[in-house]
């Protein structure tokens, strides 16, 4: 059964960090490429970061520059989203999302499972 768990979600205030975490159990996380989507109210789901499977590669949307990382551990299969200098607009439920390939990418259509969320809500 192939499933990921996002954990790590929470109450936060402007300026803080929080470590998102996303287990994969059912198949192994080193051979595809994996990326943290995130959905806020009123505003469609978009592909934020992503990394390639070994981790050498990653992308960043231009909003979370310089303030999210994306990384793994393929030994026990987790992903990792660290966020630093929170602001009230990355209120959202972020998504972790694996493709079927080993090339890192933003777009839904190449994803192949999905977690179900975990909600940051950053409020002033």
């Known amino acids: 059964h192939l499933q990921l768990v996002e954990s790590g979600g929470g109450l936060m205030q402007p300026g803080w960090s929080l470590r998102l975490s996303c287990a994969a159990s059912g198949f192994p996380l080193i051979n595809v490429a994996s990326a943290w989507f995130r959905h806020a109210s009123g505003k469609a789901r978009e592909g934020i970061a992503c990394?390639?499977?070994?981790?050498?590669?990653?992308y960043y949307v231009d909003s979370v520059k310089g303030r999210f990382t994306i990384s793994r551990n393929n030994a026990n299969n987790t992903v990792y989203l660290q966020m630093t200098s929170l602001k009230p607009e990355d209120t959202a439920v972020y998504y972790c999302?694996?493709?079927?390939?080993?090339?890192?990418?933003?777009?839904?259509?190449?994803?192949?499972?999905w977690g179900k969320g975990t909600q940051v809500t950053v409020y002033s």
């Open positions: 990394i390639s499977p070994n981790g050498d590669h990653t």
């Open positions: 999302a694996d493709t079927n390939h080993r090339r890192c990418a933003l777009s839904q259509d190449d994803m192949n499972y």
